[in-house]
DNA sequence: CGAGGCCTTGATGCACCTCAACCGACGTGG
DNA sequence: CCACGTCGGTTGAGGTGCATCAAGGCCTCG
C-alpha cells in the first residue's frame, strides 16, 4: 500500500511505500496527508435534498436513504477519492467541494472525463465492472457521502421513485457524454472554451452561485485535457476571448461580461448538458 | 405528423405530412416505407440470451422478462428506430442488424455518437428527459425487442439481478463514451481508426463471427463522424494502414491482416470498450 | 447510357501543436 | 533578507496534421 503526499501549495502527489495494511481509503486514523474521516450525516437535513440523490423523494424515504448514506467523508485539495483499478463499492455523492475525473494512460498521459461539483454522483462508471476505471481527484477541499452501492440497490426495491431517479441520473451522465463527444468532434478551440464556460456558469447558478463570476477550480492544462487541447491553446482562446471583452479572466477568475456573445461564440452546437 | 420516405438504394430519407392520427411508429399498416412489424417473441429461446438483457437470470426469471419483451419490430436500412425529440417509452435490445446513433445539430450537421449491434440495448440517453436525445438509424435491415420501460422498472423490483444487470449495462454505456472521449481528445488519425476497427474486430467475434475479416456497414462520411475526421482523412488512413500491409481494404470489405501491428498503431491507449 | 452515391487521391491552407522564452506568485534555504 | 527553484500562465515563431477544395474513378440503378 501507498501513502499519499500531498505538497499544498503546488498540489502535487509524492508516494511512500507502506505495509499493506494501512489501507489507503478506510485508515482514518492514519495521521496526515489522507485525513478522509467518517461523519454521521443525513440527506433529510441536507441543503442538497432538490439537487442529489434524494430528488422526488418524500420524508419517510428520505429518512431511508439517509440511514444508508451513513458516512461523510473529507478528501483534502489533490486527494483522491477513488483511484482507477481499486475495488468498487460505494458512489459519492459531494457535498461540497470540487472534483475531477480523469482516466490515466499507460504512456503517462492524463485525459480528464469530468469536473463535478456538488450535488452530482460520482463512481457510476464503476458499476459495470465493479473496478474503478478512473480516478477522482479532489480540486479543492470537498466533502462527499458515501452510498454503498449494493444497499442503494436495496432500498431502490422499496423506493421504486428512487430507483427511477438513480436510472436519470445515470441517463443524464450518457447524455452529458455524447455533447462532450459532440465538441471534441466537432467544434473548434473556441467553441469549445465558450461551450465549457458555458456549462460552468449553468452549473453555478443552479447551485444558487454566480452565473456571471466565479473562480475556476482547474488549471489550464486540466482544461484543455478536457476540451481535447494543449494548454496553450486554452491560453489564447482565453485572451482572445477576453480581447473581444466578452469575458474577464485574471488567473483563475472569470467574469462573464456578455453571456449572449459567448453563447454565439460556442456556435449552433447544444451546449454540454 | 411525417410519413417518412426512403430511397432504398441511395439510402435518403424524405418527408411527407400526414394527417396527425397517422402516428410514425405505431403504425404497422401504413403500406410502404415504414415497415415495422409486431412479432411476439420470447427471451427464453433467443440466441442472444448471453449477450443481451437476460445475462444471469433463471429460466423462471427470463420467462417473465419475455412476457414484457413481446414485441418484435423491424426496421428497414435507412430507417428510423427512433428520433431525436420524440417521446421515450421503450428500450430497444437490438435481435438483428446493424444501426447509428446519431445527433443532429441545428445546422445540419450531425455527429455519429455510436454504431450498435445485435445484443445491445439503445435508448438508453432518453431515460434521463423521457425524450429521445438522439437518431437511432438502421444501416441494414434489422429487427429490434421493444422493452417498454416502466415495465422494465417494474419486474426489476421483482428481479433483482435483472435490475443489476441492467446498472451494469448502463455503466458500460457511461464507460464505453469515456473512452470515445479519451480517442477524440487525443489520439491521432490513424490511431482513431486502428481503435475503431479493433472495437468493431472484438464485437464481431463476441458474436461469433470473423475477427479479422468482416464487412463495414456504414460509409466513411459516418465513420469520419464518429471518430471526428471528415471522410477523406477517414479514406486516407485506410489507405495507410493497407500501404503498410496491415489491413486489406476492398470497399466496405476490411480484412486486417496482423492485428498486433494494428494494435501497436493505435498505441498505448487502451480501447474503446 | 447518364446520374448520383461512394470512394480515392492530390494540392493547398489553416488551426492547432510544439518548442521556447518570459512573467509573476509563492515557498524554501542559505 | 534575498536568491533561487518551481509552477501556472502568457505569448511568439515555426511546423504539421488535418480540413478544405477539387478532380476523377467505380459502381449501381433507372
Redesign the interface.
Given at each position: 500500500m501507498v501513502l499519499i503526499q500531498i505538497n499544498r501549495r503546488t498540489n502535487k502527489i509524492g508516494f511512500k511505500t507502506l505495509p499493506l495494511e494501512n489501507s489507503l481509503l478506510h485508515d482514518s486514523s492514519q495521521p496526515g496527508h489522507l485525513d478522509i474521516k467518517q461523519i454521521r450525516s443525513s440527506c433529510a437535513t441536507c441543503s442538497l435534498r432538490e439537487l442529489c440523490l434524494p430528488v422526488g423523494l418524500n420524508d419517510q424515504e428520505i429518512q431511508i436513504l439517509g440511514d444508508v448514506v451513513s458516512h461523510k467523508r473529507k478528501v483534502r485539495r489533490g486527494g483522491y477519492l477513488h483511484q482507477s483499478g481499486l475495488k468498487f463499492q460505494s458512489l459519492f455523492a459531494i457535498r461540497s467541494g470540487f472534483l475531477k475525473t480523469c482516466?490515466l494512460?499507460?504512456?503517462g498521459?492524463q485525459?480528464v472525463?469530468g469536473f463535478h461539483m456538488t450535488g452530482e454522483l460520482l463512481g457510476?462508471?464503476?458499476?459495470?465492472?465493479e473496478i474503478h476505471?478512473?480516478d477522482a481527484i479532489a480540486l479543492e477541499d470537498s466533502e462527499v457521502c458515501e452510498i454503498p452501492f449494493t444497499k442503494l440497490?436495496e432500498i431502490?426495491?422499496i423506493i421504486?421513485s428512487l430507483?427511477?431517479h438513480f436510472?436519470?441520473?445515470?441517463?443524464?451522465?450518457?447524455?452529458r457524454?455524447?455533447?462532450?463527444?459532440?465538441l471534441?468532434?466537432?467544434m473548434k478551440a473556441e467553441e469549445r472554451l465558450a461551450s465549457f464556460l458555458l456549462n460552468l456558469s449553468r452549473r453555478f447558478f443552479l447551485r444558487g452561485y454566480s452565473e456571471t463570476d466565479f473562480n475556476l477550480r482547474m488549471t489550464r492544462e486540466e482544461i484543455g485535457?478536457?476540451?481535447?487541447l494543449k494548454l496553450e491553446t486554452v491560453s489564447r482562446a482565453f485572451s482572445k476571448l477576453q480581447e473581444e471583452n466578452i469575458i474577464t479572466v485574471d488567473h483563475k477568475h472569470v467574469r462573464i461580461n456578455d453571456i449572449n456573445r459567448l453563447k454565439i461564440k460556442m456556435?449552433?452546437?447544444?451546449c454540454i448538458t
Open positions: 482516466v494512460e499507460e504512456d498521459r485525459q472525463t457510476l462508471d464503476a458499476i459495470s465492472t476505471t478512473c440497490e431502490g426495491i421504486p430507483m427511477r436510472h436519470k441520473i445515470m441517463s443524464r451522465e450518457i447524455v457524454d455524447h455533447s462532450v463527444m459532440l471534441l468532434g466537432s485535457s478536457y476540451l481535447g456556435g449552433n452546437s447544444s
